[in-house]
């Protein structure tokens, strides 16, 4: 089991920048896929990115493209979400995660990782 941590969430106005990072601890890091996923108010969690553990092959949901990137530095054993031009409906909380096992493309689901942090929370204001 890999413990992680996120942080960098906050309130912005639209069109800003945030940056969130996931702190990995645990030997269970190495290898991983790792993930971001979001959660609004009343909707499911969604997927917003993963990254597989040599950075060489990323997918994004749709509606985060050429705003959002992915990245991991893997000696801080930590997973960057830098996003900009922030949206409201970006709003939600943010979730690093874990994949239970070696996976990729755009079709990630909340099962595949077995890992979660306790969220950050991003609020964009209009």
């Known amino acids: 089991q890999v413990r992680l941590v996120e942080s960098g969430g906050g309130l912005v106005q639209a069109g800003g920048s945030l940056r969130l990072s996931c702190a990995a601890s645990g030997r269970a890091f190495s290898g991983k896929v790792m993930g971001w996923f979001r959660q609004a108010p009343g909707k499911e969690r969604e997927f917003v990115a993963v990254i597989s553990w040599s950075g060489s092959s990323i997918h994004y949901v749709d509606s985060v493209k050429g705003r959002f990137t992915i990245s991991r530095d893997n000696a801080k054993n930590t997973v960057y979400l830098q996003m900009n031009n922030l949206k409201p409906e970006d709003t939600a909380v943010y979730y690093c995660?874990?994949?239970?096992?070696?996976?990729?493309?755009?079709?990630?689901?909340?099962?595949?990782?077995?890992?979660w942090g306790q969220g950050t929370q991003v609020t964009v204001s209009s």
């Open positions: 995660a874990a994949r239970r096992a070696y996976g990729m493309g755009p079709n990630q689901t909340p099962a595949d990782f077995g890992s």
